[in-house]
């Protein structure tokens, strides 16, 4: 019998074959993902077989699920990373007030903050920075950066984002209470599908942190990771301010 889960999978299995070629011409790392990506799915099809019991087709339905879920996002960041990678790639820089931005994306994350039973709040001091950015790019830059210091705090743990004026500069931060990342990791934890030791690789796909550091690198900024191991991790960013009237 076919399932909805099962078409989910097929078809997820279908789009990347689809693609590969063309992927795979791009470069070398992306060569790399769609081999994984496609053994990842292809891997449950003896539990789809109409002849395996009901209990075993469900463990494997549930494996097919969730690899379908991980190639969507492999696809959706590594053509994101394509067109940020991409010569002709333009920012659309306005200027915002980093406060509201960052209360808007601590808001997306409060429901899944609350369920891992870790505390996550927002603060931007007095300064009220305005930035001259892409908001829509800096979001998703935002986004991965609370997302992947959830992944790593414990229940118990304190994420903290905050944003500040720093100089000529806007600086944003967020800071967790989890596992950390040994100085030696530090530069490397930026690099595409590098995965530092103890699993923090930025988000389950590898290109969360590398996406972060191309936005940032596209708006002239510099992005930086404090850290030690098991003492939590301190990552920031810097932004163009926009100019006082």
């Known amino acids: 019998m076919i399932t909805p889960s099962s078409r989910s999978s097929a078809i997820a299995l279908e789009t990347l074959t689809r693609w590969a070629p063309i ?40 494996i097919a699920r969730r690899s379908a879920d991980r190639l969507g996002r492999l696809i ?18 306005e200027p915002f007030p980093v406060a ?75 800071r967790d209470t989890g596992d950390g990342i040994d100085p030696a990791d530090h530069e490397r934890v930026f690099e595409r599908f590098y995965r530092v030791e103890g699993g923090r690789s930025g988000d389950g796909t590898g290109l969360g942190l590398a996406i972060v550091r191309r936005v940032v690198e596209l708006h002239g900024g510099a992005v930086h990771v404090a850290s030690e191991r098991g003492q939590g991790a301190l990552f920031s960013f810097t932004l163009p301010s926009a100019p006082t009237r």
């Open 76 to 93: 959706d960041q590594l053509f994101e990373l394509s067109v940020l990678d991409a010569s002709e790639a333009r920012l659309e820089s």
């Open 100 to 174: 509201e931005l960052v209360q808007d994306v601590v808001q997306k994350f409060e429901e899944q903050a609350r369920a891992q039973g870790v505390t996550l709040s927002a603060s931007s001091g007095e300064s009220q920075p305005v930035a001259l950015a892409d908001i829509g790019q800096v979001e998703r830059a935002l986004s991965n950066l609370i997302e992947n210091a959830l992944r790593h705090t414990p229940a118990g743990g304190e994420v903290r984002v905050s944003a500040r004026r720093d100089g000529a500069a806007v600086r944003i931060e967020v």
């Open 23 to 62: 992927i795979a011409a791009r470069s070398s790392w992306l060569t790399r993902l769609v081999r994984v990506g496609t053994s990842s799915v292809e891997g449950t099809a003896p539990g789809l077989d109409p002849e395996a019991g009901d209990e075993v087709r469900e463990h494997h339905l549930a």
